[in-house]
T-cell receptor
Framework: GAVVSQHPSWVICKSGTSVKIECRSL??????MFWYRQFPKQSLMLMAT?????????EQGVEKDKFLINHASLTLSTLTVTSAHPEDSSFYIC???????????FGAGSRLTVL | GEDVEQSLFLSVREGDSSVINCTYT??????LYWYKQEPGAGLQLLTY?????DMKQDQRLTVLLNKKDKHLSLRIADTQTGDSAIYFC?????????FGAGTRLTVKP
């Protein structure tokens, strides 16, 4: 079946630094990828939708200059949290769909802790 | 906006059946999903159902959909301690997906 890999699983960084999270579709072409954020004990919040080769569409309230999303190929999307602060600490999950994937497939998530 | 609602907690004894309920408001939903999230992990797709179906069974899992009432349920037969997790209901039209807040299932020995 369709597999989505996220890397890194865990990342700890200092306040003010930037962190990149990768989301890869391993066995299908992901025409569309989604990025979600999950706060403790809360549901997922969609941050943005990215279509391969296009600019990402951000949900209301999500700063596009803060959360840079790149989807330059059919197998890779990246989320860069720029100038991270402790309030950006969260669990970030990507999902993907496209050719060869019948349903939305999720990555395992990346836990970001900003000190 | 469109909402997906589910109760936050469910506790059952090992061996009993668990039923997790979900209601949604978007009448144009095409797919409805159940995801499982274990502590510290991402989401695992358990099962999904097309909106033109009313039931789907997959081993210990039974999904019931009442489209008229916009009610979705997940029944887990012979619940085991390994089933303890958070279960998310989600609905989508095309790729626009909306999640419930998740139901934390606790299975007691």
């Amino acid at each position: 079946g369709a597999v989505v890999s996220q890397h890194p699983s865990w990342v700890i960084c200092k306040s003010g630094t930037s962190v990149k999270i990768e989301c890869r579709s391993l066995d299908f072409q992901a025409t569309t990828m989604f990025w979600y954020r999950q706060f403790p004990k809360q549901s997922l919040m969609l941050m943005a939708t990215s279509n391969e080769g296009s600019k990402a569409t951000y949900e209301q309230g999500v700063e596009k200059d803060k959360f840079l999303i790149n989807h330059a190929s059919l197998t890779l999307s990246t989320l860069t949290v720029t100038s991270a602060h402790p309030e950006d600490s969260s669990f970030y999950i990507c999902s993907a769909t496209g050719f060869g994937a019948n349903v939305l497939t999720f990555g395992a998530g990346s836990r970001l802790t900003v000190l | 906006g469109e909402d997906v609602e589910q109760s936050l907690f469910l506790s059952v004894r090992e061996g009993d059946s668990s039923v997790i309920n979900c209601t949604y408001t978007d009448s144009s939903s095409t797919y409805l999903y159940w995801y499982k999230q274990e502590p510290g992990a991402g989401l695992q797709l358990l099962t999904y159902i097309f909106s033109n179906m009313d039931m789907k069974q997959d081993q210990r899992l039974t999904v019931l959909l009442n489209k008229k009432d916009k009610h979705l349920s997940l029944r887990i037969a012979d619940t085991q301690t390994g089933d303890s997790a958070i279960y998310f209901c989600a609905e989508s039209e095309n790729n626009d997906m909306r999640f419930g807040a998740g139901t934390r299932l606790t299975v007691k020995p």
